[in-house]
Each structure stands twice: as C-alpha cells, then as structure tokens.
C-alpha cells in the first residue's frame, strides 16, 4: 500500500509541477501580474504542489530512512520556495508589482528545486531500502486474506504443519516488531528535524539581532530587502 501511494503521489506531484512550468514558460503567470491576480492564477497548483510535497516527504523518509539527510534538505529547500512565494504576494507594500517581481522569482525557484527533487523520489522509488523493502512486503502479504480452505491432513503431516503454523505466528511477530521499530525511527527524524530547526532559528536570531539597523519609529512598512533579487541597486 505505502508503494501505491507513493507512487500515485509522485505521478500528481509531477503533473502539478509540469503545469506550474508550463504556465511560466507560456505567461499565464508572469511577474508583471498584481501580487491578486499572480496568486489568483497559481494558488490552486501551488497550494496541491505543497500539500503532496508534505505527504511525499514522510513517505521518502519510511522508504530511504538512510537518505534522510538530502530528503530534509531538498524538501525544505521547495518548501521554503513555495512558502516565500505566498508570504511575499501577501505582504502589503506601497510597489505591489515589485512584491510580484520578487514572488514570481521565487516560484521560477521552486520549480527548479521540484525538478531536483523528482529525480530523487524516483530514485527512492525504484531504490527503496532493502530492509524496509522486504518488511513493507510482508506487512502487504499478511495482511491479504484469502479464502479459508479446510484440509484433511494425515496424523503423521500434523507435526509438520503445525511447525508451519508456528513460523507464520514467528513472522507475524517479527513484522509487529518492524512495524514499531519503524514508528521510532520516525519520531528520532522527526525529533532530529525539529532540532536541526531551532537550531537554524537561534543562529539566524543571533545574526539578525548583530546586524540589525535602527528603523525611523513611523515606519511601519515591511521591508523588501530581504526578498531582494541579486544585482538589483
């Protein structure tokens, strides 16, 4: 079942991507649009491209625990594309069509991440990890049931088939025992995720506050510089 999710996933996930480039490359979105009318056009592409990375990105990490590293990284780097994309249409400002400048390059940005990241999903999909590999697809068997059938055994075939009886139960427990071990290595991502986060916050806090300047108290207008296009004077 978590192959044919991941897989239908990663089909929707391509889609969605191939139609957020392809209205680039044909101007359905273009930066010259009101930062209303930009979102209007790709909220709804953008919004699913978001949601599937979400799911897609757990599903990586069950699948390729050992990839966790470059998973995180090329997930957070669309992630963040996306997510500047929406805040910088929605941040008021006096020169709305330069919010739309810097918004729309942000979307061009999450595109190129998207592709990155394709190549990765189909890797893991085509190379999952062996051991999770071959636990998913016991869990699968197990829990297809078939027709029960009644057979009449031979008093001599009874030692034997019980002996069969007992590994299917060894098995079962060993498949209990994958499945836990999974839900804890889970949390540790999890968990790892979450720290890696606020370490990242702390040493951004600390070089905002050391290179912080002091702002006229009537300005309250967010500022721009921060979404700031490389060579713009």
Request: glycine residues 4%.
């Amino acid at each position: 079942m978590v192959y044919e999710k991941f897989t239908l996933q990663l089909s929707q996930f391509e889609e969605n991507l191939q139609k957020l480039a392809k209205d680039i490359a044909s101007g359905v979105v273009f930066e010259r649009l009101e930062p209303n009318e930009l979102w209007k056009r790709s909220e709804e592409t953008v919004t699913r491209l978001m949601e599937l990375l979400e799911s897609l990105h757990e599903k990586m990490l069950i699948l390729k625990p050992e990839k966790a590293p470059i998973i995180e990284s090329q997930c957070g780097n669309m992630a963040n594309s996306l997510r500047n994309f929406k805040e910088i249409l929605f941040q008021k400002t006096p020169e709305p069509l330069a919010n739309s400048r810097l918004a729309f390059e942000q979307l061009r940005k999450a595109v190129t991440d998207g592709s990155d990241l394709l190549v990765l999903m189909r890797q893991i999909r085509d190379e999952p990890n062996p051991v999770i590999d071959a636990i998913i697809r016991l869990k699968t068997a197990a829990e297809i049931k078939g027709p029960v059938l009644t057979i009449e055994a031979p008093k001599e075939l009874q030692p034997m088939i019980e002996k069969i009886f007992k590994h299917i139960e060894a098995i079962r427990a060993s498949i209990i025992s994958a499945e836990r071990a999974l839900g804890e290595i889970k949390v540790r991502l999890r968990n790892m995720q979450q720290e890696c986060l606020q370490t990242t916050k702390k040493e951004e806090g600390k070089a905002e506050v050391k290179n912080e300047q002091p702002q006229p108290r009537n300005n309250k207008q967010l500022s721009l510089s921060q979404f700031k296009p490389e060579g713009e004077e």
